[in-house]
């Protein structure tokens, strides 16, 4: 299957500051997908590309779809204590549907007060 | 808003014994998925599931395995003879159109002793 490789593996940071993570892939990718997991629930979905280049945004969000579509980075900005969870990038199977997804091994973020 | 639900939240069973998971995916979405989280590693697909049939799965979803919509509402994932390699999060997950992102539950923890 496809490799999504994802950094930094965890990061410790304090309320207020950016972060920023990305993720790459040996293959290409026509979406990138960006899920965030707190303990004990699913991944929810935080932020859909789905063109080479976008740029899109959701609140203090913003994830870029690279232009090679072989990467892309989420940053978060003016981090708050709720932020901290596992943040994964995934990707649909080319030869699949949208369904079956390829994810990373996730970003632990963790936000000190 | 809808969300995907799953029960057991957590199920504890012996090695060789027969598990059901159970799913009540979002009740207008026609594609459902069932993923796996082994603790520390990322999510991994299994199944996906369209028109009352899989439509495609991975090499984990060996005969061990099998899905059933019963009725309108439930999608189970039955493990026939369970194995300690099996204790993982396992995720259920829906979406209403092919092209539209995924929803996931909060997943069962299956431990298996």
């Known amino acids: 299957g496809q490799q999504l490789n994802q950094s930094p593996q965890s990061m410790f940071i304090q309320e207020g500051e950016d972060v920023s993570m990305n993720c790459t892939s040996s293959?290409?990718?026509?979406?990138w997908l960006w899920y965030k997991q707190d303990p004990g629930e699913g991944p929810v979905l935080l932020i859909a590309l789905y063109k080479a280049g976008e740029l899109t945004s959701n609140g203090r969000l913003t994830a870029q779809f690279g232009i090679t579509r072989k990467d892309s980075f989420l940053n978060i900005s003016a981090s708050i204590p709720s932020d901290v969870g596992i943040y994964f990038c995934a990707g649909p199977d080319r030869g699949s549907t949208l369904g079956r997804l390829y994810f990373g091994r996730g970003t632990q973020l963790t936000v000190w007060p | 808003e809808p969300e995907v639900t799953q029960t057991p939240s957590h199920q504890v069973t012996q090695m060789g014994q027969e598990v059901i998971l159970r799913c009540v995916p979002i009740?207008?979405?026609?594609?459902f998925y069932w993923y796996r989280q082994i603790l520390g590693q990322k999510v991994e697909f299994l199944v996906s599931?369209?028109?009352?049939?899989?439509?495609?799965k991975s090499e984990i979803f060996d005969d061990q395995f099998s899905v059933e919509r019963p009725d309108g509402s439930n999608f189970t994932l039955k493990i026939r003879s369970t194995k300690l390699e099996d204790s993982a999060m396992y995720f259920c997950?829906?979406?209403?159109?092919?092209?539209?992102?995924?929803?996931f539950g909060n997943g069962t923890r299956l431990t298996v002793t």
């Open positions: 997950a829906s979406r209403g159109q092919w092209n539209s992102p995924l929803h």
């Open positions: 293959s290409i990718f026509n979406t």
């Open positions: 009740s207008n979405h026609l594609y």
């Open positions: 599931f369209y028109n009352n049939e899989i439509s495609e």
